[in-house]
């Protein structure tokens, strides 16, 4: 399956949009975003910084579509992204190689956890499934914590599956 990116951007774009095009779809209006997300799963979607019509509320009904999808706001002021809208903040300042290669990070790491059965967005459960893929090949032993229902079966098959033993 193919990733799918798509980029909301400032109607006064700091990067061409053939280079926007580069990572993924780009769109110009909130309601083609919509329309977009009907049609195909979206497992990205980066936001311009200006484009304050990305609301908690725009956020939900993008996600109920897919409600693993991403969504990441890109910018030259780093201020912490609406923990309910905003999945993440990428610097404007990166070039698109780097953009590229963060992007390609973020999918990985979604894929990671899907591959792991791990349903989240949040950077702690991206470290879980980072520490899983280093620890597992190794020789350490692994104790597992946390309250009834919170998945330690999941990071034990996780652990299990990627172990060399």
Do not use: C
Request: glycine share 6%.
């Amino acid at each position: 399956m193919k990733d799918s990116v798509a980029i909301l951007i400032d109607r006064q774009p700091s990067r061409t949009v053939s280079q926007w095009q580069s990572l993924g779809t780009v769109v110009q209006e909130i309601g083609d975003l919509q329309s977009l997300a009907r049609e195909q799963s979206i497992d990205l979607v980066i936001v311009g910084e200006h484009r304050t019509e990305v609301t908690t509320s725009a956020a939900i009904k993008l996600r109920r579509l897919n409600p693993l999808t991403e969504i990441w706001r890109v910018g030259d002021t780093h201020s912490a992204p609406d923990s309910t809208s905003f999945d993440g903040f990428l610097s404007a300042e990166l070039s698109v190689a780097d953009l590229r290669e963060k992007v390609k990070q973020i999918l990985a790491d979604k894929e990671t956890l899907t591959r792991y059965g791990l349903v989240g967005r949040s950077a702690v459960m991206k470290t879980v499934v980072r520490t899983i893929q280093r620890v597992a090949p190794t020789d350490i032993s692994v104790l597992i914590v946390g309250p009834s229902g919170s998945g330690k079966e999941l990071v034990a098959r996780a652990l299990h599956t990627d172990s060399s033993h």
